[in-house]
């Protein structure tokens, strides 16, 4: 049996891995360490962030970038506040997060892998963002203490946890009342074949994890939070999935090209209750969504 521990020592190598890779790709531009594809056009990966956001971030930050979305795109920051990054990685959303704050503010980092957490204070140091801290620990048990935060981002990593309710209850807890929460994650809709889903999580490692669209709902409920708005904008396909190595197994269920897998990238976005601080200005608006090559095989979206 998968035991909680046996998935974050899983993820815990995996993201050693990425960022030993980040470190080998920097000087190489055009390729990417991004963990939903291989190669430079993931479809999941490339185009989240602007050229003008990334431009003068050092390129390790840039290729270390595990994400499948732009959280720091939705989550509406202002200067001052203090915002927590969960599953921060190579530290992108984090320093992103720091220069929108200003100096003001304030932006964490919280990861569990030690490569990770050095590779992103270097590339704090090298950007010369000095309001951006990383924090060694995990998303299950926050060191930081109740009512510190203003804003929670995350960029496709709650999916990944073992235990999503503590993660949710550990968020509300470090929020301040009225804080926000805007997640990039992979969510779920519907059912699918069980061989296909499966061979999904050999597939891609972080869908065997995603959350069904209304149990994510429902835990965000649980955990205190209001104002709950999950908005898909890419959509998984059997084309991908034929494309990830599993075509055989697309015919023999007969799924077809068009026909959608139930798995999206989507925007997550809650508030907790209470207080002064600010709740997000405008609602999210509805999103084409897109369909495209998603993960490669055996890699992390």
Same mark, same amino acid.
């Given at each position: ?9 899983? &993820? ?8 030993? *890779? ?29 050229? =003008? ?24 920051? *202002?200067? #001052?506040?203090? &915002? ?11 320093? @992103?997060?720091?220069? *929108? ?17 050095? @590779? ?26 109740? =009512? ?6 995350s960029n496709c990593v709650v999916n990944l946890s073992p235990d999503k309710d503590a993660v949710l209850r550990e968020a509300y807890r470090v929020l301040r009342p009225g804080g926000r929460l805007a ?55 059997? =084309? =991908?999935?034929?494309? #990830? ?8 269920? #007969? ?28 609602? @999210?608006?509805? &999103?084409?969504?897109?369909? #495209? ?9």
């Open positions: 049996m998968t035991t909680g521990q046996t998935i974050k020592e899983e &993820v815990r190598k995996r993201y050693s891995s990425a960022a030993q *890779r980040a470190k080998q790709k920097s000087a190489e531009a055009t390729e990417s360490a991004g963990c939903c594809g291989s190669g430079n056009e993931s479809a999941i990966t490339s185009s989240l962030y602007t050229t =003008d956001e990334i431009r003068e971030l050092p390129q390790e930050a840039v290729v270390a970038s595990l994400g499948c979305g732009n959280p720091v795109a939705v989550a509406e920051l *202002r200067e #001052g506040e203090t &915002v927590l990054d969960l599953g921060s990685g190579g530290g992108i959303d984090v320093l @992103l997060s720091a220069r *929108r704050v200003g100096p003001s503010g304030r932006a964490y980092g919280l990861d569990m892998t030690d490569e990770m957490l050095a @590779l992103a204070r270097e590339n704090a140091r090298k950007a010369g963002v000095p309001n951006a801290i990383f924090l060694k620990g995990e998303m299950e048990a926050m060191p930081l203490p109740n =009512d510190e935060v203003d804003v929670i981002i997640i990039s994650d992979i969510v779920t809709r519907g059912s699918m074949p069980a061989a296909l889903k499966k061979s999904i999580e050999l597939w891609a490692g972080c869908i065997a994890g995603a959350l069904e669209e209304g149990d994510y709902r429902s835990k965000l409920q649980a955990a205190g939070f209001e104002g709950i708005e999950i908005e898909p904008f890419r959509e998984y396909t059997a =084309d =991908d999935a034929s494309g #990830g190595g599993l075509g055989e197994l697309m015919r023999s269920i #007969g799924k077809k090209g068009a026909e959608g897998l139930g798995i999206f990238s989507a925007v997550v976005r809650a508030r907790k209750p209470g207080g002064a601080t600010r709740a997000f200005d405008e609602p @999210l608006q509805a &999103v084409s969504v897109t369909k #495209g090559a998603a993960c490669g095989p055996g890699e992390c979206c």
